[in-house]
Structures are given as C-alpha cells and as structure tokens.
T-cell receptor
Framework: GAVVSQHPSRVICKSGTSVKIECRSLDFQATTMFWYRQFPKQSLMLMATSNEGSKATYEQGVEKDKFLINHASLTLSTLTVTSAHPEDSSFYIC?????????????FGEGSRLTVL | GNSVTQMEGPVTLSEEAFLTINCTYTATGYPSLFWYVQYPGEGLQLLLKATKADDKGSNKGFEATYRKETTSFHLEKGSVQVSDSAVYFCALSDGRGYQKVTFGTGTKLQVIP
C-alpha cells in the first residue's frame, strides 16, 4: 500500500528556535497533503491543507506565520514551527491522499513528537 | 457540517472478549466511512473502510457495517487480543475530491490478559 514517511519522529528544541518536519510520500505522488496536530487524549485537529506548487490553506485559528508549510514537490511537504514555544509541544501528523479522489482514504505518516523546552 | 461521534473510553476488556465501539455520524450526501487505529507512539493506520450503504468493511478480525438508516458505523471484533490495545478513530469523508477527513475523538481500548 501507499507509504508516507515523516522525519524526525522526535525532536526536542529550545524555546525560540525553529523546527522543520518533513513528510514524504514514498511510492506515490501526492498533490495534496494534510497536516494535523494531536493533543494528548484528543483527536486530530486539521491545521492546514498543503497543495503542491501553491500556498497552503490554513484552518481557522491556525497561525500561518507560525506554522510555515511548503509543498515543493509531489512527494514532499514540510512544516516549520517558527519561534517555537512550550505550548507548541505536540504530536504533529501528516497525511496524503492517493488513488481515487472520491474514496477519501488517507495514508498517514508515523507522526513527529515535538517537545519545546 | 460533518461530524463523527464515538463512545467515550477508555474501554477495558479481557482477552477473547467481544468488542463493540459505537460510532455515529452526520454528513451531507453519501460519505465514505473509515476506522483508523493508532498504536502507542505511532501515527494512524487505516483499519477498514466502507464507501456506500450496507457495505461491510473488515480487516484483522474487525468488522463495521455502513448503516445509512441509523447513520452508524460501529466497530466489532469477536475476540480481542492484547495486541489490539490502541486508540480507534472513526472518520468520514464526504467524497468531494481530495477532501478533509472528519475524525471522531477516538476511543482507547485496553485489553488485559
């Protein structure tokens, strides 16, 4: 089946620094990828939709200057958490859709756990 | 808008017990329905899906039937194992292009030996 890989799986950084998380579709082309944030014991919150070659579409309440998304190719999307603060600590997950547009099935990366000290 | 409601957890069962996790949904049109599973420390994996009414999705002994009349997609397994311990998410997509998927809040299952 389709494989989506995220890197890094865990990252610890100091407050005020920026962190980049990569999401790659390994065996298919993904014109659209999605970025989610998951808080402990809660569901996934969609942050933004990443479109190859164009600007990302952010959900209401998500700061686009804080969470920079770049979808430079059909197999790679990156999420950069800028000037990270402890409240940005979370589990970030990306997903991509493959195959028929009408099935809606998503393939997820392994997730990246960010800890900001 | 679309929404998914799942039973709250955690659900604790003994090994070989019968599992049901309830899921109901609200959506316009004819959504596709999914169950995703998240093992500790990992991302989500698709467990099973159904794309139209009366379809039954099945995988690894888990089953769920798309019930349009009751807008439900309950997850069942006849005999759970310790390795089934995970968080289970019910989800739907409304079938319009590379669409957003709406997730339920997740139900944590713990299976004890």
């Amino acid at each position: 089946g389709a494989v989506v890989s995220q890197h890094p799986s865990r990252v610890i950084c100091k407050s005020g620094t920026s962190v980049k998380i990569e999401c790659r579709s390994l065996d298919f082309q993904a014109t659209t990828m999605f970025w989610y944030r998951q808080f402990p014991k809660q569901s996934l919150m969609l942050m933004a939709t990443s479109n190859e070659g164009s600007k990302a579409t952010y959900e209401q309440g998500v700061e686009k200057d804080k969470f920079l998304i770049n979808h430079a190719s059909l197999t790679l999307s990156t999420l950069t958490v800028t000037s990270a603060h402890p409240e940005d600590s979370s589990f970030y997950i990306c997903s991509a859709s493959a195959g028929s547009a009408n099935t809606g099935e998503l393939f997820f990366g392994e997730g990246s756990r960010l800890t900001v000290l | 808008g679309n929404s998914v409601t799942q039973m709250e957890g955690p659900v604790t069962l003994s090994e070989e017990a019968f599992l049901t996790i309830n899921c109901t949904y609200t959506a316009t049109g004819y959504p596709s329905l999914f169950w995703y599973v998240q093992y500790p420390g990992e991302g989500l994996q698709l467990l099973l899906k159904a794309t139209k009414a009366d379809d039954k999705g099945s995988n690894k002994g888990f089953e769920a039937t798309y019930r349009k009349e009751t807008t439900s997609f309950h997850l069942e397994k006849g005999s759970v194992q310790v390795s089934d311990s995970a968080v289970y998410f019910c989800a739907l997509s409304d079938g319009r292009g590379y669409q957003k998927v709406t997730f339920g809040t997740g139900t944590k299952l713990q299976v004890i030996p």
